[in-house]
């Protein structure tokens, strides 16, 4: 059983920063790619941010020069510091890892979600 738990969501004023985190836990192998995605109301999920194993990251165009991904391969977790927050911003995160459970048994997994608000 795996599961991955996000904290640090929250409310906070347009230019405010915000420092989500999320971990791994249970019967893992190795934790290949991690991510974080977001959801608005009535909106599909999006990329925000993406991390390899060695730290290549990647970023949605939007985010770009205001949110920074990295991870602690030790700790199985994965962060993702949030500045200049935009009321665009607003939206439930979640946390993804593609990770093996075993050499042989490789999937993808996700958070329960954590709630960001950027106030105007």
């Known amino acids: 059983q795996v599961q991955l738990v996000e904290s640090g969501g929250g409310l906070v004023q347009a230019g405010g920063s915000l420092r989500l985190s999320c971990a791994a836990s249970?019967?893992?192998?190795?934790?290949?790619?991690m991510g974080w995605y977001r959801q608005a109301p009535g909106k599909q999920r999006e990329l925000v941010a993406r991390?390899?194993?060695?730290?290549?990251?990647n970023y949605a165009d939007s985010v770009k020069g205001r949110f920074s991904i990295s991870r602690d391969n030790g700790k199985n977790a994965v962060y993702l510091q949030m500045n200049s927050l935009e009321p665009e911003d607003t939206a439930l995160y979640y946390c993804?890892?593609?990770?093996?459970?075993?050499?042989?048994?490789?999937?993808?997994?996700w958070g329960q979600g954590t709630q960001v608000t950027v106030s105007s």
């Open positions: 993804n890892a593609d990770l093996y459970t075993r050499p042989t048994n490789y999937a993808q997994y």
């Open positions: 991390i390899t194993y060695v730290g290549v990251t």
């Open positions: 249970g019967s893992i192998f190795r934790v290949n790619a």
